[in-house]
């Protein structure tokens, strides 16, 4: 297996696909998550190049049961991880005002955005390579942020966005000591099935920024917020 190994949910598609390739581009082992395997072709053709470097496990981050159980056959293969990216997302579009709001599917944004990443943290930390500097990058958005001027929108997007960002401050301030550094990132307004054609950036250019944050994450800046052109953002 390659050196460094990634682990990356909702890597079947946008930019979770995109960081799978690239970071398989740049040497490392992936280990990329998604749900099913019919919406995984993508990841299987990069099966086909990557051979060994790529390991696609089945995995609902919604479900713990999921995530303990591959947390549990990666440690029984003794694999040992540098960087956790928190990439699954869901958005309840319709959810736009407080008069109609599905709650069912706000309650879903908090599963995938906020809570599954605390989950997976949880079951995975044991398994993070910390003889070196490990990182977890969780993707956020701008739309999570408190202090910035936003039109009202998607409240379980945007609450559960927010969530996602404490948790990144939470994890920084007790992983620090563990020399494990956390970011959340924001990847911009993507053209992706949830950012839509009309997105501003394109999901290469969005995927090489996060990287590049991630990259430049150590221990001095852990707990931050970016978005992927570097720029610190705040909560």
Request: overall charge negative; charged content about 20%.
């Amino acid at each position: 297996m390659s050196d460094l190994v990634v682990l990356i949910t909702g890597a079947n598609r946008g930019i979770g696909f995109e960081l799978t390739k690239q970071y398989l581009i740049n040497g490392w082992t992936v280990i990329a998550t998604c749900r099913n395997k019919k919406t995984s072709a993508d990841l299987i053709t990069l099966k086909d190049e990557f051979s060994e470097k790529l390991l696609i496990e089945l995995m609902d981050i919604t479900c713990p049961e999921n995530i303990e159980r591959l947390a549990n056959k990666l440690s029984e293969e003794s694999i040992k991880i540098d960087l956790i990216i928190n990439n699954a997302g869901y958005l309840d579009q319709e959810n736009k005002s407080i008069h109609d709001i599905n709650y069912a599917n706000a309650e879903m944004s908090f599963k995938v955005n906020s809570l599954g990443p605390l989950y997976l943290t949880h079951c995975f930390l044991s398994l993070m390579n910390k003889n070196r500097l490990c990182k977890i990058a969780i993707i956020s958005s701008v739309m999570g942020s408190l202090t910035r001027e936003r039109t009202v929108d998607w409240y379980g997007y945007r609450m559960s966005k927010a969530a996602a960002n404490m948790l990144a401050v939470n994890l920084s301030n007790e992983l620090v000591n563990d020399n494990v550094a956390v970011i959340a990132v924001h990847p911009g307004w993507v053209q992706t099935d949830m950012g839509g054609s009309c997105a501003r950036e394109n999901v290469k250019d969005s995927a090489l920024g996060v990287m590049k944050v991630i990259l430049n994450l150590s221990l001095e800046t852990t707990g931050k917020f970016y978005d992927f052109k570097g720029e610190e953002l705040p909560f």
